[in-house]
């Protein structure tokens, strides 16, 4: 990394840097000395930015959950109805379950190695599996009721982290095949009010 760069792209590349660390090895078998190094940047800087491990395993979280996001809005933006909105977010997962970087959800490994509700790293990790949720709903809502997206939008989250859990043993392609043929049931199963 460039010496020169300013703060703001020092700490941008810390947290890429983690991100990329994270998601290979984990959470607890990464450490600080070696994002330190990988990132090229001084225990200061370091420091200076992330005074905790806890700190920047939270802001690459929300890192990739507004990358994430982005995506997903780009997805969703020109499909028609919610059952092609949907349908589009499962392609997503199917071409991400294919690429050589995929190692599963960063959310759910998080979840896993900090099971303590109460921790921050939990707390936005969960928060982001809750807030796909809310975004699968409001896909939703333009074809039934809320009642009737809020429980839809729970099984298709379901669904999808079923698949990705799949993916990460190989079985991706028939995961998310099956996945898909079961959201494509309940979302086509809900006739519109009348």
Not at 140 to 169: K, N, P, V, Y
Request: proline share 4%; charged share 25%; hydrophobic share 45%.
């Amino acid at each position: 990394m460039p010496p020169n760069l300013a703060s703001s792209d020092k700490r941008q590349h810390i947290i890429e840097t983690g991100y990329r660390l994270f998601k290979r090895s984990g959470f607890h078998a990464t450490g600080i000395d070696r994002i330190i190094a990988e990132a090229n940047v001084a225990k200061m800087t370091m420091y200076r930015h992330f005074p905790s491990k806890d700190g920047l395993i939270v802001d690459v979280l929300g890192y990739r959950a507004e990358r994430f996001d982005r995506q997903l809005d780009q997805l969703v933006e020109e499909r028609s109805s919610a059952q092609k909105k949907v349908e589009t977010l499962f392609a997503w997962y199917k071409a991400w379950f294919k690429r050589p970087d995929f190692h599963g959800c960063l959310f759910a490994h998080a979840l896993a190695e900090f099971g303590d509700p109460a921790h921050p790293v939990f707390q936005a990790a969960a928060k982001q599996k809750t807030d796909l949720r809310r975004r699968l709903q409001k896909i939703l809502e333009d074809a039934m009721t809320t009642e009737r997206s809020e429980s839809i939008a729970a099984a298709l989250l379901m669904l999808i982290e079923g698949a990705t859990l799949m993916a990460q043993i190989g079985q991706g392609d028939a995961a998310i095949r099956d996945a898909w043929k079961a959201a494509a049931t309940l979302i086509g199963s809900v006739r519109a009010p009348r």
